[in-house]
């Protein structure tokens, strides 16, 4: 299973560097609602329909999944250790839907790699 970040979702919406590595895991990803929103704001603030397209992304084979108590948890428990490495709540809610799932995880945010091991999780970097 992986999860993809905003980040990733956008490069392949926009046909940016890395956008083939994320092209390849779409039919088995999944992405928190969070970073659906995230993807959505950030493709109509380039002037692109970012609802049509996540519907697309979903025709595809992306799985939305909801924010679970959990999640909502393991994002806050996880600040600490992300804090000094820039992500954000989104960022935050990414991995811990990866930790839920055991998942791996597929971002353009490089700083991610940083953090990989002390969370436990198989981070993949696109570009």
């Not at 926009?14 to 779409?26: D, I, N, T």
């Not at 039919?27 to 329909?49: M, P």
């Not at 954000?88 to 945010?109: I, P």
């Amino acid at each position: 299973m992986t999860v993809l970040d905003a980040s990733a979702l956008i490069a392949l919406a926009r046909q940016e560097a890395g956008a083939l590595a994320v092209a390849q895991k779409l039919g088995s990803s999944h992405v928190s609602a969070a970073n659906a929103s995230e993807f959505i704001r950030k493709l109509e603030q380039y002037g692109d329909d970012g609802e049509r397209a996540f519907e697309k992304l979903e025709q595809i084979g992306l799985t939305l999944h909801e924010i679970e108590r959990v999640d909502a948890y393991e994002a806050a428990a996880i600040y600490r250790t992300t804090k000094p490495f820039g992500l954000s709540l989104g960022d935050r809610f990414c991995l811990a839907l990866a930790r839920r799932t055991g998942a791996e995880v597929y971002t353009a945010d490089i700083a991610w790699l940083d953090v990989a091991d002390e969370l436990g999780l198989e981070i993949h970097a696109i570009r």
